[in-house]
């Protein structure tokens, strides 16, 4: 009864073939909400700076927006299971973190030096994973409130990074940390490729994938989801799991360019993921969004930037202005998608 | 299209619409409807699903502005629309959904907005207080006004709302479907209310699509369907069958059954429950005995029961919704994992939970999603999702069920009632159950739809499968081939198909006989 109050028109709507049709291509459309704003980001780019447009600076674009973007992909599974995790940063910053703590030898900075360099890589994944455990563990199986648990862990795992490294930065990593970050493909980086892939796998495993539709369910309904089957805690601890070991994945990325990591890497960097995944699309409260526009989302926060900086923007007013930005963006997408954020 | 409405002699209308017509979009939610409700007089709407009930009351509680059409409170036009205090002195409504704020007390939300104050903008709690328990003694609410209101029963929240609206000084009350959460017992004593403020001059407009209800409480009907008003006469006059007609638009009998040989008991069981405990329900009972029964192949067992007999948790144990603290559930010879919904699955068992939005669907996911939900293996290969074959699966289920949408790929959240409740239907159904379990299968759904529900049970059956029906509604319990009746957590009596409502009522209620 309350039902057709909100929606009048659907009691009496006869089937018809043409409207059946039309839905899935709507749903693409929203997809596409942002694409208008990127076009016209780009315009404003090539008037700004005509190097906007050099493909030296569009690889830089998309070099520098492949860590971050990992994050994106992480948090989106997440918040579309309704979730979030708040420590995917931190794990960014300690994942590759405690690889070079084990692998760096003594001296000038505070490594061990008691792994060979080809554990590097596998050593990053493996804390990502434990990292999604410890998750899972609390939220799924304790039962204890996701946000504030990924929240303690955001402050215990930055503090573990500043404990091993004693508030230093790591250098000389072995070669297979440098890899992804700073090796060229046909003159363009490993981890472009690599986001470009994942995010490829996202959108696959979210849109086509027992799994990753039963992420929308757990998201939008969970009670349901249960009722009809779903393994809802062992999907909400899997994707976690999931999550993390991107976001240790994209630690290593951004520490093989830069070929040291900080004490501070991924310091804040959760809030621009936020940002980007909501101007994507995807919502907070669970069970809507898709993969596409959070990378279209973070694609954009990333292009404005880059405008800005080509523009001559002082450095110091960066970051103001990237907050403003986060806020436009925002109020964009809410015109151009029509819909109410949540 | 603002005509006065015109004047009368003593018997003038306490509520007056006439004319009302309103468009939402393409759509005519109502089409020159109109209704009239007399002081005293308790008055009840109903209409199928779309008839244009809610718009009606939306219209009347001066939440939306009809597009033509006049609305008069006692020969008076109604106030602005955005004049709310003007309209909450005219007209009150207990919605189905709770308007009570769960993490105040019972008198701050009897008084929200309108605290006593003491000394300039600071809130006196204790003339709060002490205004509440006024009010609720003065209506009768044995409610103590310092609870938290989350912690009420459904009756009691709905005293509360009852009494907030009578002290607008209103005494005109719009119940949307109030007995839909209550059990057996509430509902009488709400009923009992009723009857007692009616003697106080408050009038009732009563929605509901229980028809038996409306003969117990109810002085008048309005019928309407399809956006039109159809028939308003004296319950005297109209009889059910007359009432379904007008719904319907053509004469369909109440749902009736010619009863069935009983099963042979040569036939196997498909369901075996043994010496079941289940855990007690929310606020429920302390240490139940142990429930055991079996369901042959093409049998109907009823469930029967009210609230807190424990009907619910056993059909939830059954389907692995809830783990049972010891005893065996066994489907066609496989004892279930307990508290395993994919094990349930696995074996064969299709579920209709109680609550269609708490368990029911996912919002937001288009009916093709919702409906194939419990079958993912028949989606695609190696765990894909092949949006063409699900949505082939989910057409099938769509026109077996006749469930009213364009396509597979509407939001299931924007159908009516009873469509969703086919959906969640057409989820039971997908895997072929050789158990279809269904709780309280046409709670808030249309008679159109309930006849399409029910009519399922019966081809389950003919195809050999069992059907397990808790309900405590006589239409779902009539497809049953013999019903257990549950009160407080024990089975207390069987009934052969064909036995007498009275009867069954009363062990419903545990009155013994």
Not at chain 1, 31 to 39: C, E, F, N, T, Y
Not at chain 2, 203 to 211: C, D, E, G, M, P
Not at chain 2, 237 to 247: I, K, Q, R, Y
Request: neutral net charge; aromatic residues 6%.
């Amino acid at each position: 009864m309350s039902s057709t109050q909100v929606h009048p028109a659907t009691e009496d709507v006869a089937p018809r073939a043409g409207l059946a049709g039309r839905a899935p291509a709507m749903a693409k459309l929203r997809d596409l909400a942002l694409v208008p704003a990127i076009i016209a980001i780009a315009v404003v780019g090539y008037v700004v700076n005509p190097v906007f447009l050099a493909s030296s600076n569009l690889v830089n674009i998309l070099q520098t927006m492949s860590e971050i973007g990992l994050l994106v992909l992480a948090q989106t599974l997440v918040l579309v299971a309704g979730k979030m995790d708040l420590s995917l940063e931190s794990t960014f910053g300690l994942a590759p973190g405690v690889a070079a703590w084990m692998i760096v030898a003594p001296g000038a900075t505070h490594g061990l030096g008691v792994l060979p360099g080809w554990a590097g890589v596998p050593l990053t994944l493996l804390v990502g994973v434990l990292v999604g455990v410890i998750n899972g563990l609390l939220i799924v199986r304790f039962k204890l409130n996701g946000f504030v648990v990924t929240l303690g862990m955001l402050i215990v795992l930055r503090g573990l990074l500043t404990g091993i490294s004693g508030g230093q930065t790591f250098f000389g990593l072995p070669a297979s940390m440098l890899y992804l970050g700073t090796h060229l493909w046909f003159g363009v980086p490993v981890e472009v490729y690599l986001c470009f892939l994942l995010f490829a796998v996202g959108i696959g495993v979210l849109g086509y994938t027992r799994q990753g539709r039963s992420l929308y369910a757990i998201g939008g309904n969970v009670d349901a989801a249960r009722a009809a089957g779903i393994r809802t805690d062992r999907i909400l601890a899997g994707v976690l799991i999931v999550a993390s070991t991107l976001a240790a994945l994209g630690g290593l990325m951004l520490s093989g360019r830069l070929a040291s990591v900080a004490a501070a890497q991924g310091n804040g960097a959760i809030f621009t993921v936020f940002a980007a995944a909501v101007i994507g699309g995807v919502s907070l409260n669970g069970g809507k969004g898709t993969v596409f526009g959070a990378f279209t989302g973070i694609l954009l926060l990333y292009m404005i930037q880059n405008v800005l900086t080509l523009a001559g923007v002082p450095a110091q007013w960066i970051s103001a202005l990237n907050g403003a930005i986060i806020l436009v963006a925002l109020i964009v997408s809410r015109i151009t998608s029509g819909k109410a954020q949540e | 299209m603002s005509q006065p409405a015109q004047a009368r002699g003593g018997d003038s209308p306490l509520v007056e619409a006439a004319g009302i017509w309103k468009r939402y979009g393409t759509t005519i939610a109502l089409q020159d409807a109109g209704i009239v409700v007399r002081p005293g007089r308790t008055h009840a709407l109903v209409g199928r699903n779309g008839a244009g009930k809610s718009t009606m009351v939306a219209i009347l509680t001066g939440l939306q502005s009809p597009d033509a059409g006049t609305v008069a409170f006692d020969a008076v036009p109604a106030p602005a629309i955005s004049d709310r205090d003007a309209w909450r002195s005219k007209v009150a409504c207990v919605f189905q959904k709770s308007t009570i704020i769960p993490e105040l007390s019972v008198a701050e939300n009897l008084f929200l907005n309108r605290h006593a104050l003491g000394r300039g903008p600071v809130i006196s709690w204790r003339s709060l207080r002490r205004e509440a328990r006024a009010l609720l003694d003065a209506w009768d609410v044995e409610v103590g006004a310092d609870r938290r209101a989350g912690d009420l029963t459904v009756e009691q929240r709905q005293l509360v709302e009852i009494a907030r609206a009578l002290s607008f000084e209103t005494r005109f009350i719009i119940l949307d479907e109030p007995t839909a959460q209550l059990d057996g017992p509430a509902i009488k004593r709400l009923f009992a209310r009723m009857r007692a403020l009616q003697e106080r001059g408050v009038t009732f407009l009563y929605i509901s699509h229980h028809l038996e209800e409306i003969y117990q409480v109810c002085d008048e009907v309005t019928v309407f369907r399809d956006a039109r008003h159809i028939v308003t006469g004296d319950v005297a006059d109209l009889g059910p069958t007359d009432v379904v007609a007008a719904m319907t638009g053509d004469a369909t009998a109440l749902i009736s059954r010619e009863p069935r040989p009983p099963v042979p008991s040569s036939v196997p069981e498909v369901l075996a429950v043994d010496e079941l405990v289940v855990p007690a329900a929310e606020g429920g009972l302390a240490e139940a005995p142990p429930v055991s029964f079996s369901v042959r192949a093409g049998e109907v067992v009823g469930l029967a029961g009210g609230g807190g007999s424990g009907k619910r948790e056993v059909a939830e144990s059954v389907v692995g919704l809830r783990k049972p603290r010891h005893g065996t559930i066994t489907v066609d010879g496989t004892r279930l994992r307990p508290g395993s919904v994919p094990a349930a699955l696995d074996a064969r068992v299709g579920l209709l939970p109680q609550d269609r939005h708490q368990q029911g669907f996912v919002p937001g996911l288009s009916i093709s999603e919702n409906i194939t939900m419990t079958v993912p293996e028949q989606l695609g290969p190696h765990g894909t999702v092949l949006p063409s074959r699900r949505d082939r699966i989910a057409r099938r289920l769509i026109d077996a069920l006749a469930v009213k949408t364009p396509g597979p790929e509407l939001d299931v959240a924007a159908l009516s009632g009873g469509n969703q409740q086919k959906v969640v239907m057409g989820r039971a159904l997908a895997n072929d159950p050789r158990l279809l379990v269904l709780i309280q299968p046409t709670a808030g759904v249309d008679v159109r739809s309930k006849e399409t529900l029910l009519s399922v049970v019966d081809d389950v059956r003919a195809r050999g499968s069992a059907v397990l029906v808790a309900s405590d509604e006589l239409d779902d319990l009539r497809t049953c081939d013999r019903v257990l009746v549950m009160f407080q957590g024990r089975v207390v009596r069987e009934f052969a198909a064909g036995w007498d409502d009275h009867e069954l009522i009363a062990a419903m209620e545990g009155i013994e006989s």
